[in-house]
């Protein structure tokens, strides 16, 4: 998945940012398929079960069926086209999701050769939190970070100082 690529920065942030709102016995699910990042939060003492894949826009059941404490999802909803019908439909108490922002200097991903890895949003922080609060949730925290490349030329320069990724914990009443 990501050869050569490993997204140390954001794993630590999003595991560092996870661990400040869930205690390891509340069990969570995933959504997205099993992971890296899925394995490090079992290495960490988290109980985790991820989807299986189902296109989330129009199969919610195994998000409807889990009796999971907190949900997750880490750059997910960023790939639907519908990512309110969701987040309607978790019964958990507890969020925590994050998402790359929307950049101004950059198109939005696409991958040409995999229909599944293609971001339909990319979110400012302010369209995300109103997704997140018209959906049913209120949110109690959130962060920023930056995602500097070692390449070289003016976008590279901007991801410097410009934050790439938003992550918040939420809780429904």
């Given amino acids: 998945m990501y050869e050569n690529n490993f997204p140390n920065k954001r794993y630590r942030h999003t595991l560092e940012f996870l661990q400040k709102h869930v205690d390891p016995a509340e ?28 296109d989330l826009d129009v199969d919610f059941s195994r998000v409807v069926q889990s009796d999971a404490d907190v949900v ?32 101004w200097f950059s198109p939005a991903y696409r991958s040409k050769t995999d229909p599944w890895d293609r971001h339909y949003h990319e979110f400012e922080d302010w369209q995300f939190d109103w997704l997140l609060e018209k959906s049913g949730w209120h ?3 959130a962060a920023k970070w930056t995602n500097p490349t070692k390449k070289i030329g ?11 990724y938003y992550i918040v914990y939420a809780e429904r009443p």
């Fill in 72 to 103: 997750t999802a880490f750059e997910i909803f960023e790939h639907l086209v519908a990512p309110f019908n969701v987040l309607r439909e978790i019964k958990a108490k507890k969020l925590i999701a994050s998402i790359p922002m929307r950049l």
């Fill in 27 to 54: 069990s969570i699910l995933d959504m997205g398929v099993d992971n890296p990042f899925s394995e490090i939060m079992r290495a960490n003492g988290f109980q985790v079960e991820n989807t299986k894949g189902e």
């Fill in 154 to 164: 003016i976008r590279p320069i901007l991801r410097y100082f410009t934050d790439r």
């Fill in 139 to 141: 949110i109690k925290d």
